[in-house]
């Protein structure tokens, strides 16, 4: 399988680093920036003003829209489009984590055109032009600091959907693990199963042509596990916050998909989900809906399953079928481990409405459930039954 | 330890990739390049007709530049600056292995400034500006199609020198494994060498930060050890070919010392031996001069000796110093089942002058033999030879 690899992202990595955002940005001679940021969270750890006090030391101007939420919203970037264009802001400084990163992009989007940005996350329009964007990161989960990736939510018509681009892979992230400290182990537990979902739905694919491509997969998994139960029990291990805030890059630059097929049929089944139901965190989300998936299609795989269990799971069993259940078992404990929720019920949302998930799934263009195991709504509909 | 991690080049890999040339050169928007080769293999093989047909195809205008030769000359290198500066070359197309890369990428410094680009390789002067290079990969080996570094030959000095910068990188590298399949036993094996030495020489360090960084490395190696027996033993096998193309510049693109401290002692041992005697072809040195220095300095440093053993050897012994032994044992026998020599002897260029091979090494101000265990002239003669 003919394939490209591309990941221009640089990356700045180590304790201190977001001092030099601004010395970073006047090199690449961007003079009027906007500063993207969440709740306050970035103004209580002294984080905000550290990056205002480079920005002015490097006479680097800036606007400031903060507020992103989790599943960030289209409204938001609306407002950011209107911003940068009023302001003609040159390029977007995200100050976060997915959420505030995916949301930047949009904006960058969003402001070379005349349209409603939502129209790329629709699928209707794709991006010809982008302002470029800037990461100083805090929370190692979403990947999206390397990624083409960006996801929005529509809380009026309650849709949440992905598109992907060149265009707004990030020009640099600055990434110091001190700053992902004060991720509370929920958050970092679900940063994890996010970071570990990237790789899997790559690994776990019916096409995988490269075995260098498994070796990265497999080591960023085994890395991934063993450091991210200690960041969950031990908060503010350097080491431990390292491991996780590189990996959580890679995992989604696009390296762990070099010769394979990818389908991403977790993530299309968790978006509607989360999309629904605001309150679920999406790493949580995805740790219930992976094993509804596995459970449903590994016997279509058992040889990927089974090296999943073997390579990374430490399961000794010469028999695909039979490794590949223990591995899944194995897997489930670390999740259980971590405090992740593996039913529905545990995510405490109260009543979901499995069947109107399954609809919107199956239904929604720009969501189809593919994957080696095609799905329809039946299938949908089983897999969050499994899980319920 | 703060680490920054870039590696822009956009990969195009698989059959048939190198008839795109044209399309991704002027979508890049370039019009005017200069094509660059070795001696006549790409135009036995067709790849010369392909990649001009492409060229043609796209209106992209060229100037040409072959005979660039194992070792690659400054005198070609000034030869085409001036052709560059002549022609308004607006990018560099270099077709070919390392050297040819190399070459490229000294022209594309040499072409922006006055002086003699000589001065570069000297680490006289850093480029400030460069032309873009593009590859297109012939032989797996040396990974300068991801790497910002560029080895230069000067034979009226006998000096081989490397500088690196970040505005060498190639912008793309098209690889179509299917063109590495002439590429003989020997010059295939050299490779296998090479790829593996840029990985060993970041792996085995001192200070290594990132175990994330040592699960890539450990990966990589064992798939290159294991596809670079079946590349030398059956030419054209697409899958073997394909390991070692992608292989060679992951090797080399940095993401293998990422966190870690690294010093290329080996290389700088190698350098200038393949300086002074220009038959001696990079991978074979590389090869014999491993062992010299592995068994000169892996008592200081066992864990990780051990640990290369172990992983990636498949060494089962518990005690570090035992482990590290057998592990070199098994990857010299490695070495001699491709074929490769593991003593100055079997380089087959006569007597070799060992007093001023490390006269050279210990006086050159840009080839200090730092390391872990920093090497005087005294250890540098020893090593020398302890693998004569």
Redesign the interface.
């Known amino acids: ?8 992202t ?8 977001e001092n030099n955002a601004g010395k970073i940005i006047s090199e690449y001679g961007y003079k009027k920036i906007l500063l993207h940021y969440g709740k306050n969270s970035i103004k209580a750890s002294g984080l905000y003003d550290k990056v205002v006090k480079s920005l002015k030391d490097n006479n680097i101007d800036f606007v400031e829209l903060g507020g992103v939420e989790a599943n960030p919203k289209i409204s938001l970037v609306r407002e950011g489009v209107k911003l940068c264009k009023a302001e003609n802001v040159e390029m977007v400084l995200s100050v976060g984590g997915g959420s505030v990163i995916d949301s930047g992009k949009a904006i960058a989007c969003g402001t070379k055109v005349d349209f409603d940005p939502w129209q790329f996350s629709m699928g209707a329009e794709k991006p010809e032009e982008a302002l470029p964007v800037g990461v100083i990161l805090t929370i190692s989960a979403a990947g999206s600091e390397m990624s083409p990736s960006c996801v929005i939510s529509n809380p009026e018509t309650k849709v949440k959907n992905g598109f992907t681009s060149d265009l707004v892979r990030p020009r640099f992230a600055i990434e110091n693990p001190e700053l992902t400290y004060s991720v509370s182990k929920f958050q970092t537990a679900c940063g994890v199963v996010d970071i570990m979902m990237h790789t899997l739905e790559r690994y776990l694919s019916d096409e995988t ?4 491509t498994a ?2 997969c ?3 998994l ?2 991934v596990i ?2 991210g139960k200690i960041a969950v029990d031990d908060p503010t291990n350097y ?1 431990a916050r ?2 996780l805030m ?2 959580a890059g ?1 995992s989604h630059n696009n390296m762990m998909e ?2 394979s097929k990818h389908y991403f049929t977790v993530h299309k089944l968790e978006h509607q989900l989360s999309g629904l139901y605001d309150e679920v965190a999406h790493g949580a989300g995805l740790s219930v809906l992976f094993f509804g998936w596995a459970k449903y299609v590994y016997k279509s795989l058992p040889e990927k399953f089974a090296s999943l269990a073997r390579n990374v799971m430490g399961v000794d069993e010469p028999d695909d079928l039979k490794a590949a259940e223990a591995g899944l078992d194995r897997l489930k404990e670390y999740f259980v481990s971590l405090g992740m929720p593996v039913t529905l019920k545990e995510l405490r949302v109260g009543e979901i409405n499995i069947e109107e998930i399954a609809d919107r799934i199956t239904k929604s263009d720009t969501a189809k459930v593919i994957g080696f195991v095609p799905l329809d709504k039946k299938a949908v509909f089983e897999i969050y039954k499994s899980v319920e």
Chains 1, 2 share one sequence.
């Open positions: 399988m003919n394939f490209q690899f591309y990941s221009p640089k990356i700045f990595f180590g304790k201190g680093e042509d490269l075995d260098l070796e990265f497999e080591g960023l085994r890395n063993k450091y080491k390292s491991e590189i990996s890679f070099m010769g």
